[in-house]
């Protein structure tokens, strides 16, 4: 089985600056990653994902994410962040019994 | 378009009357569940559906009902509403739930049970 966990509640960055979104991950096997995005009032969007292959996924929106086996994270990466990116954040793996956490809350202030 | 339609989107009810919340996917999906999103505690998975007539409970079954008669549609059925399960609730699908897929998610449906 697999699982993630995401460490921080809360991420706060000034518009312009870097963003991390932290994610780690515990797993049997070959790890299967993603992440979403619920911006308000809105269902759960699809961001990018890791499968196998290259360390560092591009996705949608500008967001990257690099996967460090070493570290077991997946952190998700965005190096201008704008106001628009204030969201909820979900870090993923595909346990069909896994139920996501509450996620990190990320705001960009202007 | 591909996508998950849910239905309603908002309903206000009195407890223990009894209501139905429509899923319906258009993209021949395998794979579908239900979550609840509330304050602090995420989206819990309520129950899940791996093929038609293949459904098996989540992390929240209590007081929840669901059917998988055909491929597309998953509805969530609460046979005795209460106010405990006012909460926002998402229905989503994928090609599979194991392995590389990725889940999309229907816009929610905001119940409130007074």
């Known amino acids: 089985a697999q699982s993630v966990a995401q460490p921080e509640d809360q991420v706060n960055v000034a518009e312009g600056n870097p963003l991390t979104v932290k994610c780690t991950y515990s797993v049997s096997g070959n790890p299967y990653l993603f992440w979403y995005v619920q911006y308000p009032n809105r269902g759960l969007q699809f961001l990018l994902k890791y499968i196998t292959g290259d360390n560092l996924v591009k996705g949608s929106y500008g967001f990257e994410a690099e996967f460090n086996k070493s570290q077991t994270s997946f952190h998700l990466k965005k190096p201008s962040a704008l106001v628009s990116d204030s969201a909820l954040y979900f870090c993923d793996s595909n346990d069909y019994k896994l139920s996501f956490g509450a996620g990190t809350t990320v705001t960009v202030r202007a | 378009e591909a996508q998950v339609t849910q239905n309603p989107r908002y309903l206000i009810t009195v407890t223990g009357k009894k209501l139905t919340v429509t899923c319906s996917q258009n993209m021949n999906h395998e794979y579908m569940s239900w979550y609840r999103q509330d304050p602090g505690l995420g989206l819990r998975q309520i129950y899940y559906s791996m093929n038609v007539e293949v459904t098996d409970k989540g992390d929240v079954p209590e007081g929840y009902k669901v059917s998988r008669k055909e491929k597309r549609n998953f509805p969530l059925i609460l046979e005795s509403p209460s106010p405990n399960q006012t909460s926002l609730y998402f229905c989503?699908?994928?090609?599979?739930?194991?392995?590389?897929?990725?889940?999309?998610f229907g816009p929610g449906t905001r119940l409130t049970v007074l």
């Open positions: 989503a699908s994928s090609l599979q739930r194991e392995g590389r897929n990725e889940q999309f």
